[in-house]
């Protein structure tokens, strides 16, 4: 399955990094997206992970608190 994806993500021309800084013990985790190419895609790779750390959060039965910048209402 996510050699779909990376497949996809080829074709589209896209690639980057993704920087992921956890402390378990706490239950911190952040991630920080680098070198997105295209440039223009960061906002959409952004949101994308943002979907499906969400997805995953309510699959665990964990209530869901986001806030995006620049965005006027919760997605609770």
């Known amino acids: 399955m996510i050699n779909?994806?990376?497949d996809q993500a080829r074709q589209m021309g896209a690639s980057g990094e993704i920087l992921i800084?956890?402390?378990?013990a706490k239950g911190f985790f952040r991630g920080k997206l680098r070198n997105i190419q295209p440039e223009?895609?960061?906002p959409q790779f952004?949101?994308?992970?943002?979907e499906a750390i969400c997805f995953l959060g309510r699959s665990?039965?964990?209530t869901v608190k986001e806030?995006?910048?620049g965005e006027e209402e919760s997605h609770e």
């Open 40 to 42: 223009q895609a960061t």
């Open 46 to 50: 952004t949101k994308g992970i943002v």
């Open 4 to 6: 779909n994806f990376q």
């Open 60 to 62: 665990l039965n964990l």
């Open 21 to 24: 800084d956890a402390d378990p």
């Open 67 to 69: 806030h995006m910048a």
